[in-house]
C-alpha cells in the first residue's frame, strides 16, 4: 500500500496535523495575518499587456472606500469589509484574477484638527508654526500614526493588495488632483465667486452642504421694529416689525422686504427705513418670494449671512455687507459691536433694542440649526470669496451613467435597487460644488494670484512646475492661492487615479486597461453623495478621452468607475439602536475580535448580512459561531486522529487530488467516486450530494449578495449534516487495526475508503467556508494537507461549484432523509416515553417495502444513532405501545418498565403545560400580520411547522395523561 505525498512523512512523535486540543483563534489569526501579508498573496502585479485577462475572464477589481488616516476601525468598517473581503475571496476563489486596491485619505479637516489639538496641548497654535511648519508636522504625525487602521484592517484578514496601498497625498495621486483641476479650470468648469457659504468659526473654513449636521434646538424668535422714513429721512412714527431667530445679523440688514401684493405694506412701497444701532438708512423692496402668512410678513434682508437673502440681494442689487471675521466675531463693519464674539453681540443688541424701545415681543422658537460636522460649532451661514466646479455638464453624465439606455441597460447597478432614486433625485436638484476649504493640510489649489493686474494664472493642462509669471500681463509678483482642496475632490478621483490617470501612455496603460472600470463598490449610504456620486462625476468625465485598449474611442459605458453600488446597512445594537457615543452603546469590533476571534465575528456580521436590511449586534449570535468554529476544530481532530490510525495500519491514506476541482464543469466524475464504492454506502451518496448542492446555493446567494443565505447554508450543512450525521454515522466505519486475517483486512480497506471520503468531503467544506472564516479555514487546510498543501494559501485553491447534480444523487437525499426521520423519531419517542439515555432498546416498524429495503440495509446506522438493540419489521405495531407516524411509517420502542404513576402524572402534566404555552406563543405569531408581512417565507414555514407539531405533541400527551391508571 502506498503512502501519497501528500501524507509522507508522518511520524508518530512529530504530526504537525496534531491540532492542539482547544481552538484558539488568537494564535492561528495572528500567524496567518501576518503570513498573508508577509508573502504578499493578494498581489495583483500590473499585468502583461500581450497576455490580457490570463484567466480568461474580466478581472474583479474592487476599491476600498479610504478610511480617514487619522481613523480607528468601527462596526460599520467591519461589515463593509467583511463583505468586501467575502466577495473578493470568492471571486478570486473562482478563478477570478481579484485586485483589491486599499489606501487611506488624508482627511483635511478631521487631520488638521488633531494636529492643532497636539499643538494646543504644547501651548502652541499652527498661526504660530506658520503654514509650511505646519503642514511638515501633519506628515510627522501621519508617518507615526497614521498606519493604525490599516494595522487592524491587517488583523480582520482583508485580502487586498498591499503592494498598492496608497495615501490621498501620494505624489502621484497629487499629480491627479492638480490635472483634474487645471483641466476642469480651462474647460471653463471651475470658477471663483462670492457665495453665501456654511461657514465653521472654529475650523475656520467653508464646508459643504453635506458636512452640515442639522440639530433642533430651542431658541427665540426677536421682533425688531424698524422705524419708518418719510420725506426729509424724518421718522414717520411707524414702524415695521422683523422677526429673526439671529438678531446680530442685523447689522449687516441691507433692506427689508416685503410681498408685492401685501396689502398691509402697500403704502410703504419706494420708501425707506432707518436700520436700528446702526443708523444706516435701507430700502424696503418688493418680492414674491417673501411669505405674507409668515410672521409680520416682513423679512430683514441680509445678503452676506443668508443665502435667500443673498438671492434676493442679487435681485434687487443691495449691497452684502459681511459683519463678522472668520471666527464669529463682529468685524469693523460692526460698528459699536466690533470684537464681540457673535452671541455676546447677540445679547448687547436685544438689550440695546429694548433701551431705545424697538424690541417687540420674544417668542420661543425650536429650529433647525446646522452644526459642523467635524466639531459640532454652529455654522455661520457667511459670504465668501471660493471655489466652484460649475456641476453641469459633469452631472449630466452622471445621470447618464445611472439611467437605463435605449436598451433598457444600465451602466451602474445600485443594489439595493431604491438608492437609484435617492442618488438620481440628489443627481438631479444638485447646485455647483464648492471645492475650497480655508485649511492648510490637503492639496493646495493650483492658481496663483497676481499682484499687479489681480488676475488668476491657472497652469495648463500637462504643464510641468508651477508658474513664475502672470500669464495676463507677464508680472512675477504672483503668489499661490492658500485655499485648499474639498478631501472629497481628491477622493472623488481615486477610481481613475490608482491606476495611473492622468498618465495614460502606451507605457503606463496596462492597469488602466486591466481594472478601470472597477467591477464593484461597496459602501455605507452616509458617503452616497460625498463620495460615490463624485466618484461618477469625476470618472465618467475624465476617463471619457482615454481610449479604450484597441484604441477606438471609449463608450460611455466604459466610462463609469465602477459597475455596481453595493450600499451596506447599519451595525445597530442588539435592542436595534443606532449605537451612539451618547448613548455608550458603541460596540468596538477589535475589542469583539479579542474576545471571540475574527472569524466569528465576521461570520456573526455575514449571517445577518442582506440587501436594505440593518443588523443587530448581538454578541450572544457571536458566542454561538465561536461554538461553529469550534465544532469545525473538533471535527479536524477526529478526523485527523483517523488519519493516523489509518496510517499506522499501514493502510492507503485519503487522496484528495480528484476533488480538487469539486463542482466545476467537466469535473463530473468526482461525484461519482463514493457511488462506485462497493458496497455502495447511503451516507457518503448523501453528503457529497448535499455538499454539491450546498455549495451551489452559496454560490447563488453570494451572485445577490446575499451573505446570510451564503453564510446559513453553509452552516447548515457543516453542522447539521456534516458533523451531527455525517460524523456520526461514518464512525462505524472507522476501524483500522493490524492486518491479522482476512475479514481484518477487509474491514481496514472500508476504513481507508470511509476515511476518504470524510477527509475530502471536509477539505471541500473548508474552501466553501474559507471566504467567511478565512483563519480557521487556512488553519485546518494545510492540517489537511499535513503542512504541505497544492497551494500557498486555501484563498488560492478553487470554490466549489455547483456542479450537476444526477437523479442518483438526489434519490441519495430522499433514501438518507427516511433514514433521518426513522432515527429523529425514535430519539423523540424515546424522549416520550422517558427512557434513559443509555439505555438500548428494540423497535417495531411498520413500512412500505422500498422504505424497509432502505432501513435494512442500514440497521447499522439505527441501531447506533437511535440506541436501537433490534429493528424488527412488522405489518402491524403491536397494541398497547405509543407510536409514531409519519407518511412513510409507523414506529414503535418496546419498552417495558414500571410506571411510577405519579410521577408519570407530574411528567405529562408539566408537558402539557409547556406545549400549550409554545402553542399559544405561536399561534400569537402566526396571527400576527405585520410580522407575517415582513417574515421570510421559510421563517413563517418553520413556525408552522412547529405549531402542528406541538399540537400533535399536546395531543398525544393528553391521551397518554388519560390512559394513567387512577390511584
Ligand atoms: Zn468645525
Ligand atoms: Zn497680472
Redesign the pocket.
Known sequence: MGISANFKGLTKDKMPHDLPKAYDPTAIEDHWAGYWVRENLFAVPTPDPAVRNPAGSQPFTILLPPPNVTGRLHMGHMLNQTEMDILTRWRRMRGRVALWVPGTDHAGIATQMMVERQLTEEGTSRQKLGREAFVERVWAWKRHYGGAILEQMKRLGVSVDWSREYFTMDERLSIAVHEAFVRLYHQGLIYRGAYIVNWCPRCQTAISDLEVVHQEQKGHLWEIRYPVLGDGGKETGEFITVATTRPETMLGDTAVAIHPEDERYLHLHGKKLRLPLMNREIPIVVDPWVSREFGTGAVKVTPAHDPNDFAIGERHHLPSINVMDDRAHINENGGAYQGLDRYVARKKIVADLEAQGLLGAIKDYTNNVGHCDRCKTVVEPRLSTQWFIKIQPLAEKAIAAVKPNANGNKAIRFTPENYEKIYLEWMTNIHDWCISRQLWWGHRIPAWH?G????I?VPQPGAAGDPTA?A????VT?TQETDVLDTWFSSGLLPVSVFGWPNITPETRADFDAFYPTSLLVTGFDILFFWVARMIMLGCWFSSDVPMADGSPRPPAETVPFREVYIHALVRDANREKMSKTKGNVIDPIEIVKQYGTDAVRFTLASMASPGTDIAFNVARTEGYRAFANKIWNAARFIFMNVDKAAETGSTPPSLKSWSSFGSKGHKEFYQLPFRESPTRIEDNWIVTLLARTAGEVNEALENYRYDEAANTIYQFFWGSFCDWYLEIVKLRLIFEPAEDEAAVERTVRAAAALNTLVSVFEVSLRLLSPFMPFLTEELWHAVYDGNPPAKSIALASFPGPGEISSEMLAAITKMEILQSLVTEIRALRKEIGIEEKAIVPIEVRTDTASRKIAEENRDIIERLARVSEVRFVNQIAAGHSKHSTPAFDLAVIYERTIDVAAERERLTKDIARYEKGLAGAERQLGNEAFLAKAPAQVVEGLKKQEAETRLLLEKAKVALDALPNE
Open positions: 497676481c499687479a493686474c489681480h488676475k494664472t502672470c495676463h500681463c507677464g508680472s504672483i
